[in-house]
């Protein structure tokens, strides 16, 4: 007779809540970091891009923040009830990052407004595309064995911080060499889209399934993102 895995242990399951917790803390504590940095060289070099992506961590803070609150629960059935609040936590946060990059990006392209040259910008920005998805990749894989949808979502909005920062990467250096000050907030524009994407997945509750020992989808619903 075959025995068939409903899930991973207590012991393997209070194991992944600390992992998420740390992961969860690492990201908090990089972001916080990655704001002061990039809201300063950004309004040193007049650039919009930068202040952008430094209020952008702020989001991420906020987002990370709540599935701090959520697993600081060493009850798993009180970690699960404050599943859903968490995940709305996060939707909103991917929708209010969605609504000020689109913002900022429109008044950018409306104005013409051109900034100037930003080295620690740059860096930044490089370090950022380096470490983010590392991060990502970690809490997502965690939160998949752990079944939570807001472990997921998190790990989804720090992945879009990676996107960003490639965006920013690129405006910033295509402007620096060539002077096209509008293929930043063209990016951007793509990005805001893909936070409203997830988004709504998050508020439905679509990011995430609880996956089998095999890492087979055998419990997803419609739509759910673990499985695509």
């Not at 990039?38 to 891009?49: D, F, M, P, R």
């Not at 064995?145 to 992945?159: F, I, N, P, R, Y």
Request: include cysteine; aromatic fraction near 6%.
């Amino acid at each position: 007779m075959t025995t068939l895995s409903l899930g991973p242990s207590p012991q393997r399951r209070a194991a992944l809540a600390r992992r998420v917790r740390w992961l969860v803390a690492a990201t908090i504590s990089y972001n916080v970091i990655e704001a002061v940095l990039a809201v300063t060289a950004g309004t040193l070099a007049s650039s919009g891009a930068l202040v952008a992506f430094g209020l952008d961590s702020v989001i991420e803070v906020a987002s990370a923040a709540a599935v701090a609150w959520q697993f600081s629960a060493r009850d798993p059935d009180l970690v699960e009830r404050r599943e859903k609040l968490t995940l709305r936590i996060i939707a909103i946060s991917f929708f209010a990052l969605a609504t000020y990059v689109t913002a900022d990006s429109v008044r950018t392209l409306a104005t013409g407004n051109e900034a100037g040259h930003s080295t620690p910008g740059l860096v930044l920005a490089a370090l950022s595309l380096a470490i983010m998805p590392l991060l990502s990749a970690a809490q997502r894989r965690a939160g998949r064995e752990l079944g939570s949808a807001s472990a997921v979502a998190d790990s989804k909005q720090t992945l879009l911080c990676t996107y960003l920062s490639a965006v920013l990467l690129i405006g910033l250096a295509v402007n620096t060499l060539f002077g096209w000050a509008w293929a930043d907030p063209i990016a951007a524009l793509v990005i805001a889209a893909v936070a409203v994407k997830e988004g709504r997945e998050a508020w439905r509750g679509d990011a995430c399934c609880a996956l089998p020992a095999k890492d087979e989808c055998a419990t997803c619903g419609p739509g759910c993102a673990c499985c695509s």
